[in-house]
């Protein structure tokens, strides 16, 4: 995902302070953990999530209070015509099991 030039603060802090009902619903959905990265020099954002499942994860997008968030986001992300947050999947190449 990319954030807007100038928007790092603003997208930090809006996280910072998460709306209760969107951490209800991610917790709700099954997210156990949920780690976002700026790379700031290129505006880059990178996310890690771990889900009980992928299912309960998409059907998190066609809920009334994800559609808000991505709505409010808007203004300081790059976007699809839905709102919806432009992500980029990244292929897996290496992974150590300790």
């Known amino acids: 995902m990319r954030v ?7 997208y930090q802090r809006r ?10 619903l991610l917790k709700e959905h099954g997210v156990r953990s949920y780690t976002i990265w700026l790379d700031a020099t290129r505006n880059l954002l990178f996310a890690h999530v771990e889900v009980e499942s992928k299912e309960r994860w998409a059907a998190i997008a066609s ?10 986001m808007k203004d300081i992300m790059e976007t699809n015509p839905d ?15 300790g």
């Open 15 to 24: 996280h910072d302070q998460l709306w209760p009902e969107m951490d209800a």
């Open 63 to 72: 809920t009334p209070v994800c559609r808000r968030w991505w709505a409010y």
């Open 83 to 97: 709102a919806s947050p432009v992500a980029e999947e990244l292929a897996e190449v290496f992974h150590l099991q």
């Open 4 to 10: 807007h030039p100038g928007k790092h603060a603003e």
